[in-house]
């Protein structure tokens, strides 16, 4: 907490040393929190302690998590750095030692700053955030950062989005190579139709047992990740006595969803390329 507030104000203003961040006054600190949706009057009061004052109360709150969370992405804010950019690399740099001791760290998804779980955004998720970005898959880089930010604040939510994700994948490589959707629009009908566009059906005779026993595998998982949406997720109506998702089911949907979801990408990809141009 002492990191953050420093990180908010600038640190006090007598100090000789340059400020980790930004030095904010009062009246930008109140436009800060106001941004973040709370309330701060600094009146009489100084600078620093007036912030840690609110920062402890923030903490000390029942939904403390997905408050600091607006805190700590609001600090790190890229556009605040837009003529320092080295500045910003110091700064969360700076947060991220302090962060991590509790499990934590600020990191770049799609051109912002977001706070993480450790553990949280494996490799491939990461890789799938890049594709989706570099390919401007708006809808899947939305569906699937809605799920990263809702892993450990609203796991059912994560887990839709999750689902979401592989049928935004699919139906967006469905456009690209001009195909109607399925008449079956929901996980497993999409994957299966994009599978059969792509010559990734299980059944295909060209293919290698252990591929088909692979692809056969993917299709098991989108069935899975689908039916763990109707029954954990946040997309449709819950009865008495339904059992609440947790953030490691929330995180076994992620990552069953984006390696799924990077492997259509990239086959699609690699057939775009191999294929010649048309005369």
């Known amino acids: 907490m002492t990191a953050l507030v420093e990180a908010i104000t600038g640190g006090a203003g007598n100090q000789t040393s340059p400020p980790i961040g930004l030095y904010r006054t009062g009246t930008t600190l109140e436009t800060f929190f106001g941004a973040a949706g ?39 804010d890229p556009r605040e750095y837009a003529r320092e950019p080295e500045r910003l690399t110091e700064l969360v740099d700076y947060l991220n030692v302090n962060l991590r001791v509790d499990g934590y760290e600020l990191r770049l998804i799609d051109q912002r700053f977001r706070l993480m779980e ?10 799938l955030t890049e594709a989706a970005r570099l390919l401007n898959l ?47 629009q929901d996980i497993s009908g999409l994957v299966r139709e994009v599978q059969r566009h792509l010559d990734l059906s299980p059944g295909q005779p060209n293919l290698h047992q252990d591929i088909r026993q692979i692809l056969s595998g993917l299709a098991t998982t989108a069935g899975g ?50 294929t010649p141009p048309s005369s």
Not at 44 to 70: F, G, K, M, W
Not at 229 to 250: C, K, Q
Not at 252 to 273: C, D, G, K, M, Y
């Open 38 to 76: 709370l309330s701060f009057q600094l009146g009489p009061r100084s600078r620093v302690p007036a912030t840690r004052e609110l920062v402890a109360q923030v903490n000390d709150s029942e939904d403390a998590l997905p408050r600091l969370r607006r805190i700590f992405e609001q600090v790190a």
């Open 118 to 127: 450790l553990g949280s955004n494996a490799p491939v998720a990461a890789a």
């Open 138 to 184: 708006d809808s899947v880089s939305r569906d699937f950062q809605r799920a990263l930010d809702q892993t450990d604040t609203d796991a059912e939510g994560a887990i839709t989005s999750a689902c979401s994700t592989v049928e935004s994948v699919c139906k967006c490589l469905l456009d690209q190579m001009g195909h109607p959707y399925p008449a079956t």
């Open 225 to 274: 990740v689908g039916a763990l949406r109707t029954h954990t997720g946040d997309a449709h109506g819950r009865g008495i006595g339904v059992v609440r998702s947790s953030p490691r089911l929330a995180r076994l949907a992620i990552h069953a969803a984006s390696t799924l979801a990077l492997f259509l990408i990239e086959t699609w990809q690699v057939r775009e390329n191999a």
